[in-house]
């Protein structure tokens, strides 16, 4: 929907399926876009061009500046100087002769603020920067020629109609970065998937799973490895963030777990670190967990290992501290060589036991959630799901030599809870087509269409 204020100066400039361009010369717009024409919209001014991303905003355009103001969605703005700006919801820009001015949130008092979100929207403002962040990078970099972006409706496993965009990025030689944007009504949810590697990686992403595996318990020594995983979902609201950060791989004597295995390629060092963000969030951002482990550092000949969880105050405490000699086969049967004198497992204090395991869609289906209840009452829940564009949750009975074959064929679904979230969660859809597009070499920019 399209609505003019008298008076104003408006055309149409181009209709075609992949992009309708308008111009407002002077005067006041007010639009609201659902669906897949939102995507494909432009609107010119004087001082301006509006990339429509959003669902309702409101354009005014006079001789010498624009102003936008956005209610719901995300706009992208660029003035005539080539610099650009991301508005999200509820923020307005303004844009004169001298270029574009920064992102504002909207006043209590506008008409064009919407009342129900104004508390969320402002707790939401660190949020939002790392979302404009996002786009703005993806958006400046979707052309080059050793990049791909993709594009595609699905339902998901709640039958929720999402559009999917996707950019694979390669910021160096020895790195991707896969960028995934969820919209679905009402919501935005969005996340990132980072492997940085010791070398440079092929074009071809499709040779990256077998560097990795060669990063662990290789016979040989590894050519390449990866040095750093990152995953990040956000709901633009609530964020969680997983990272791996492995050392270089060491040769270790690991006779210890048969006589068949003898010496392998292991990294010296690894950290997981699970971290949450969120208005509900402690201090606004969190550690939850932390897993560290070392080859021949803290002690020579072992490996040392260390989990930290939340204890009953909210601390950060050590769970479990023990080393293990690899190349004693008693040891390694019980799990250890010593346990070291900080170690609290079983401690009811801090042991969060095992994680609750559920198959939310039943037994025989590709849906596992998993469950931590730590002792200070917070608690993290991830679900992973496999579902086709049609929304329907495979079914393992179902599963044919060519199921995973057929691209775009299923797509993996992410929902990330906790108890800081204030009853949101972040729900991401994550589809496969990209990877094999730019195996392919079909990465155009004709690819991101509906």
Do not use: C
């Amino acid at each position: 929907m399209l609505r003019l204020m008298p008076h104003s100066q408006f055309s149409l400039d181009q209709a075609s399926p992949k992009l309708s361009l308008f111009t407002l010369t002077l005067g006041k717009l007010t639009a609201v876009l659902r669906g897949l024409f939102s995507s494909n919209v432009r609107i010119r001014t004087t001082t301006a061009v509006i990339a429509v991303r959003g669902t309702a905003f409101e354009v005014s355009a006079g001789e010498r500046s624009t102003e936008v103001a956005l209610a719901d969605g995300t706009l992208e703005v660029e003035d005539g100087r080539g610099r650009r700006a991301v508005l999200s919801s509820e923020e307005t820009l303004r844009i004169g002769p001298g270029g574009m001015g920064t992102p504002k949130l909207l006043s209590l008092s506008d008409r064009r603020s919407q009342a129900a979100a104004r508390p969320a929207a402002v707790l939401r403002e660190t949020a939002r920067d790392l979302a404009r962040s996002v786009i703005e990078e993806t958006r400046n970099r979707e052309l080059k020629a050793n990049e791909a972006q993709f594009g595609k409706d699905a339902i998901d496993a709640f039958g929720r109609r999402v559009r999917v965009e996707e950019y694979l990025l390669r910021p160096a030689a020895n790195e991707f970065k896969l960028v995934f944007l969820n919209r679905r009504e009402g919501r935005f949810d969005w996340g990132h998937l980072i492997e940085r590697f010791n070398g440079a990686i092929p074009d071809d992403l499709a040779q990256v799973p077998a560097i990795v595996a060669g990063t662990y318990l290789s016979r040989t020594q590894p050519a390449n490895w990866l040095k750093y995983l990152e995953v990040y979902l956000t709901n633009a609201t609530d964020s969680l963030r997983e990272t791996v950060s492995l050392g270089d791989p060491v040769l270790i004597n690991m006779s210890g777990y048969g006589a068949g295995v003898g010496s392998r390629w292991y990294p010296v060092t690894s950290e997981f670190v699970q971290t949450l963000y969120g208005p509900g969030v402690p201090g606004g951002s969190r550690v939850q967990f932390r897993q560290t482990q070392d080859w021949n550092l803290t002690a020579a000949g072992r490996f040392t290992w260390k989990q930290e969880v939340r204890r009953d105050t909210g601390a950060l405490d050590v769970l479990t501290h023990a080393d293990l000699d690899p190349t004693i086969a008693a040891d390694v049967t019980q799990g250890w060589t010593t346990i070291l004198p900080d170690d609290k497992w079983g401690d009811p204090t801090i042991d969060p036991g095992d994680p609750a395991i559920s198959f939310p869609s039943g037994s025989g289906k590709a849906d596992l959630a998993s469950r931590t209840d730590y002792r200070d009452g917070s608690w993290v829940s991830v679900e992973k799901i496999l579902v086709s564009n049609d929304g329907k949750v495979l079914d393992f009975k179902d599963v044919t030599s060519a199921a995973f074959d057929k691209e775009g064929g299923y797509n993996l679904e992410i929902v990330a809870k906790s108890g800081f979230f204030q009853g949101r969660d972040i729900d991401v859809l994550i589809a496969p087509e990209i990877l094999a597009q730019k195996r392919s070499g079909a990465a155009t920019a004709d690819a991101l269409k509906p």
